[in-house]
């Protein structure tokens, strides 16, 4: 199976600066179609996660422009440009190139 | 407006056997694969399995393939998730989701305990 590696697993944020997270996997996430299906999920307490953005850098609709991904093959990074308060959750990395389909560990975000 | 909505979810002793059922509406359910992910206490988010639109192909994750069976009912806008030789570790919040997860259910709860 694939194992996707986040990093940090807590970061502490200020709020109004950009905050970023690392997702590795460890075998590459090109799929055979040419696409690369890694999908980055935020989770509310007590809430379903909800995906913010799918095949490494599109948001979903709905999604601030704030929050933005890039990265390739084996790594990954999720940006928010701006952090606000209701950006203070946790942040999931998942991949959906090779079955079982396979997700980060979270990591959570903490104001400083 | 799509919604996902659980159900069947309990507490059953270890051995036995559950069925969970997900109804789906506000988009053609037929047109979509399927799938089922856990989140487990401290153990984040598993995908459990996952159905064709036609319920042709079905996968699972190997900690329940042999026990657990997926299964759907486009008629019925219907996914369902049969359980069975249950474990305490596979306790947890089980959801429904659309294909590659766009959209989620509320989720319902299983405990497997004596």
């Known amino acids: 199976d694939i194992v996707m590696t986040q990093s940090p697993h807590s970061l502490p944020v200020t709020l109004g600066q950009p905050a970023s997270i690392s997702c590795r996997s460890s075998?590459?996430?090109?799929?055979?179609?040419?696409?690369?299906?890694l999908s980055w999920f935020q989770q509310r307490p007590g809430q379903s996660p909800r995906r913010l953005l799918y095949?490494?850098?599109n948001r979903d609709s709905g999604v601030p422009a704030r929050f933005s991904g890039s990265g390739s093959d084996t790594d990954f990074t999720l940006r928010i440009s701006r952090v606000e308060a209701e950006d203070v959750e946790i942040y999931y990395c998942?991949?959906?190139?090779?079955?079982?389909?396979?997700f980060g560990q979270g990591t959570q975000l903490e104001i400083q | 407006e799509v919604q996902l909505v659980e159900s069947g979810g309990g507490l059953v002793q270890p051995g036995g056997s559950l069925k969970l059922s997900c109804t789906a509406s506000?988009?053609?359910?037929?047109?979509?694969?399927m799938t089922w992910v856990r989140q487990i206490p401290g153990k984040g988010l598993e995908l459990v399995a996952n159905?064709?639109?036609?319920?042709?192909?079905?996968y699972y994750v190997d900690s329940v393939r042999g026990r657990f069976t997926v299964s759907r009912d486009n008629a019925k806008n219907s996914l369902y998730l049969q359980m069975s030789n249950l474990r305490a570790d596979d306790t947890g919040l089980y959801y429904c989701?659309?294909?590659?997860?766009?959209?989620w259910g509320q989720g319902t709860p299983v405990t497997v305990s004596s």
């Open positions: 989701a659309r294909g590659f997860l766009m959209f």
């Open positions: 159905i064709k639109d036609d319920g042709s192909d079905k």
């Open positions: 506000g988009f053609v359910f037929s047109n979509y694969w």
């Open positions: 075998q590459s996430l090109v799929h055979s179609d040419g696409n690369t299906y």
């Open positions: 095949k490494v850098s």
């Open positions: 998942m991949q959906t190139t090779h079955w079982p389909y396979t």
